[in-house]
């Protein structure tokens, strides 16, 4: 199987097994099921594998984090709509929290950040390290290209009257003039990121930080992105505090990335840092949600197994990567 193949099958499969399997959002048994597979499929891996060409074709370098976050804007802004619908199942405490001009702000921020990390960046970084090789080359030609953005569409075309159409979500469903105003904040993001005229990071790194300090910044901004919305609303904390705290903690981890990842030579272990990191965090919800429900086996059996799956990809991946820096060394 050649290595672009590879690559190309990686990122239609990983995205929505870290981000849907790992979150809970829709259990193993779930997702193996072909119909409820091939959507997730057409969403996240053909979401994340144009924003990977997308990059190569167009030498994006950092500028790929305005695709990241125009992907969690078009899935949860104008295909899932949850931004604006305190109907939405998942919402819980934070049902209209923080509803200003339409808009649940605590919600959006925390899915924003999680699809641009968890669902695009991650799986992005995970096939530039299992094919360093083809990290900067596009892997797509014409036809698939043209493949990638029709299966996106076709999900936009299924899924926005399926998930209008649920019950839960009918009495306050949003108008379609807020979700055009997602979808041009989307077209403008795309826009930025082509023409933007930067080429370095807006911030200039630092020092080279250890990977266990990486490791551990990944993974509380993961824990306090996905903790704090929820656990404020409960404790009835005002509304404005958690958006300022939210704002906040995102602008903390822009630069911190940007200052530990902005090296053109960072060290791979950095990179792989930061993807453990990330990913860690939901590693260990998965595992909760199997061994919390009632009884075994339930509907999140297997959650663990595939846990365990991603971390030995990734201690295998860290000893090559250990390897081929000792061999570099030797070499000089």
Same mark, same amino acid.
């Given at each position: 199987?050649?290595?672009?193949?590879?690559?190309?099958?990686?990122?239609?499969?990983?995205?929505?097994?870290?981000?849907?399997?790992?979150?809970?959002?829709?259990?193993?048994?779930?997702?193996?099921?072909?119909?409820?597979?091939?959507?997730?499929?057409?969403?996240?891996?053909?979401?994340?594998?144009?924003?990977?060409?997308?990059?190569?074709?167009?030498?994006?370098?950092?500028?790929?984090?305005?695709?990241?976050?125009?992907?969690?804007?078009?899935?949860?802004?104008?295909?899932?709509?949850?931004?604006?619908?305190?109907?939405?199942?998942?919402?819980?405490?934070?049902?209209?929290?923080?509803?200003?001009?339409?808009?649940?702000?605590?919600?959006?921020?925390?899915?924003?950040?999680?699809?641009?990390?968890?669902?695009?960046?991650?799986?992005?970084?995970?096939?530039?390290?299992?094919?360093?090789?083809?990290?900067?080359?596009?892997?797509?030609? +014409?036809?698939?290209?043209?493949?990638? @953005? &029709?299966? /996106?569409? %076709?999900?936009? =075309?299924?899924?926005?009257? !399926? *998930?209008?159409?649920?019950?839960?979500?009918?009495?306050?469903?949003?108008?379609?003039?807020?979700?055009?105003?997602?979808?041009?904040?989307?077209?403008?993001?795309?826009?930025?990121?082509?023409?933007?005229?930067?080429?370095?990071?807006?911030?200039?790194?630092?020092?080279?930080?250890?990977?266990?300090?990486?490791?551990?910044?990944?993974?509380?901004?993961?824990?306090?992105?996905?903790?704090?919305?929820?656990?404020?609303?409960?404790?009835?904390?005002?509304?404005?505090? +958690?958006?300022?705290?939210?704002?906040? @903690? &995102?602008? /903390?981890? %822009?630069?911190? =990335?940007?200052?530990?990842? !902005? *090296?053109?030579?960072?060290?791979?272990?950095?990179?792989?840092?930061?993807?453990?990191?990330?990913?860690?965090?939901?590693?260990?919800?998965?595992?909760?949600?199997?061994?919390?429900?009632?009884?075994?086996?339930?509907?999140?059996?297997?959650?663990?197994?595939?846990?365990?799956?991603?971390?030995?990809?990734?201690?295998?991946?860290?000893?090559?990567?250990?390897?081929?820096?000792?061999?570099?060394?030797?070499?000089?």
């Amino acid at each position: 199987m050649k290595t672009r193949f590879k690559a190309i099958v990686f990122l239609l499969i990983a995205p929505p097994i870290f981000a849907e399997v790992l979150s809970g959002s829709t259990p193993p048994l779930a997702f193996v099921e072909p119909f409820t597979c091939v959507l997730l499929v057409l969403l996240y891996g053909c979401g994340a594998l144009l924003i990977r060409e997308l990059r190569s074709r167009w030498r994006l370098g950092w500028r790929v984090l305005l695709l990241a976050v125009a992907y969690g804007i078009l899935e949860e802004g104008v295909i899932v709509q949850s931004f604006f619908n305190p109907g939405w199942e998942d919402l819980g405490f934070l049902s209209a929290y923080g509803m200003f001009l339409g808009v649940q702000w605590p919600w959006t921020l925390m899915l924003i950040a999680f699809h641009a990390t968890i669902s695009i960046l991650a799986p992005l970084a995970a096939a530039d390290l299992l094919w360093p090789d083809q990290k900067d080359e596009p892997l797509l030609k +014409t036809t698939g290209l043209v493949l990638a @953005i &029709l299966g /996106l569409c %076709v999900m936009c =075309a299924v899924s926005i009257p !399926g *998930f209008r159409r649920m019950p839960a979500m009918v009495e306050t469903l949003p108008g379609w003039e807020i979700i055009s105003i997602s979808g041009m904040i989307v077209a403008m993001l795309i826009v930025a990121a082509k023409v933007s005229p930067q080429k370095t990071p807006p911030i200039l790194p630092g020092k080279q930080t250890r990977p266990w300090v990486v490791f551990g910044a990944a993974f509380v901004f993961q824990a306090l992105n996905g903790i704090i919305p929820f656990a404020f609303a409960e404790h009835g904390f005002p509304a404005g505090v +958690t958006i300022v705290i939210q704002v906040v @903690i &995102l602008a /903390l981890a %822009v630069i911190f =990335a940007f200052r530990v990842l !902005g *090296f053109p030579n960072v060290v791979e272990k950095s990179r792989w840092a930061v993807l453990f990191g990330s990913l860690a965090f939901w590693m260990i919800i998965a595992v909760g949600h199997e061994f919390s429900g009632s009884g075994w086996p339930n509907e999140y059996s297997g959650a663990g197994a595939v846990s365990l799956g991603i971390v030995t990809l990734l201690f295998l991946l860290c000893r090559r990567i250990r390897k081929t820096e000792e061999g570099t060394s030797t070499d000089g």
